[in-house]
């Protein structure tokens, strides 16, 4: 009897597994071109769509064989999915809430309306933080100490980044389905490992000792499918700002933004900062970009309990060697970039 269970649940299980996989090594190729300037931004539009697609058809199936099978044949985990759904909800919520509120009560002066957007200064001289564009008003904000660090280009660069992000729909739509998708499907995941962790529930050992595999087949394909697509959204926007006022003040500003956030509380030390005018081109390779995504999903899986909670997602931005040299390969590309 526990053989014909142990066969009824891995051959499925495998089979997730391995849809799974290969769709993150997919989408990591896509990516890998798209960042080394041999895939046009519109190219990968179609594999990203397609790949979502694949993605919605596989989460109905999934949730399907789940509900018939393992996930809400116990009422113990109904009670424990329901408010963990509610619960990722509310964070997301309340996280978006206190930093408008916190926007709010520094107040903010207007320093500059660029393509009718105006751009505000809040707060004081104290932590460097990035800019950000404020989905409901319009604006851009930046904290005066990250203000006072960039020099005019810079500032420039900054804000064309954030405009590219307004203008850029095709990506925040599918950014925003994914995020669906996401705060329905990591509810499931958090009860099946508190589900695995009480013992005293009535279920078949065989099938609790499954369910951890469940959870590692469903984890990366969302996890990568959400870091791709921000990544590439990243790029863009990074490509529509160098193309309106250069290389150069895009990838200082974000350098001055790595190294003031490195040498926080100690930002005064750092008074002024040079780089060199020169930016060679780095050769990556597509193991790389694998090991890139694949490191940071697991990241985001051992420490999932606490990443709900301190950042719902996972990484919205690509690291900074993939961003820069991504702007050197794509900037002057003949393969255009869709944002005009």
């Known amino acids: 009897m526990m053989l014909d269970e142990l066969y009824e649940l891995a051959v ?5 597994f391995t849809l799974s996989l290969t769709f993150t090594i997919a989408l990591s190729s896509a990516y890998y071109f798209y960042v080394s300037g041999r895939m046009s931004e519109r190219a990968v539009r179609y594999v990203v769509a397609t790949s979502l697609f694949t993605l919605i058809l596989m989460t109905v199936a999934i949730s399907h064989y789940l509900s018939l099978h393992i996930v809400f044949t116990s009422p113990a985990v109904s009670i424990i999915w329901y408010p963990t759904l509610i619960f990722v909800v509310v964070v997301i919520l309340c996280r978006s809430v206190l930093c408008r509120l916190s926007i709010m009560g520094l107040g903010k002066e207007v320093w500059e309306v660029v393509d009718s957007t105006p751009v505000y200064i809040y707060g004081g001289d104290g932590e460097v933080r990035d800019a950000h564009y404020d989905w409901l008003r319009g604006g851009i904000y930046f904290t005066k100490s990250y203000f006072n660090v960039l020099t005019d280009d810079e500032r420039m660069a900054v804000i064309y980044h954030k405009l590219g992000h307004a203008k850029d729909r095709f990506w925040m739509w599918v ?15 958090v009860s099946i490992v508190i589900f695995t962790s009480y013992s005293s529930l009535q279920q078949p050992s065989i099938t609790k000792a499954v369910l951890p595999a469940i959870l ?9 499918s959400i870091m791709v697509v921000q990544w590439i959204h990243e790029h863009e926007v990074d490509i529509y700002a160098s193309r309106r006022v250069g290389m150069m003040p895009l990838v200082q500003a974000f350098l001055k933004l790595e190294v003031y956030t490195a040498m926080r509380g100690f930002e005064k030390m750092v008074e002024s900062i040079t780089f060199s005018k020169t930016f060679e081109e780095s050769r990556i390779s597509y193991f790389e970009i694998l090991r890139e995504v694949t ?11 606490r990443e709900v909670v301190e950042r719902p997602f996972p990484e919205s931005h690509p690291p900074l060697r993939l961003r820069i040299n991504t702007i050197i390969v794509r900037a002057c590309n003949p393969l255009k970039s869709e944002i005009r």
Not at 216 to 224: D, V
């Open 12 to 16: 499925p299980i495998s089979l997730i």
């Open 216 to 224: 590692l087949t469903l984890l990366p394909m969302y996890a990568a």
């Open 175 to 189: 950014i925003y389905v994914l995020g669906v998708l996401w705060v329905f499907i990591l509810p499931i995941i």
């Open 295 to 305: 490191l940071r999903c697991f990241k985001y899986m051992v420490g999932l309990f």
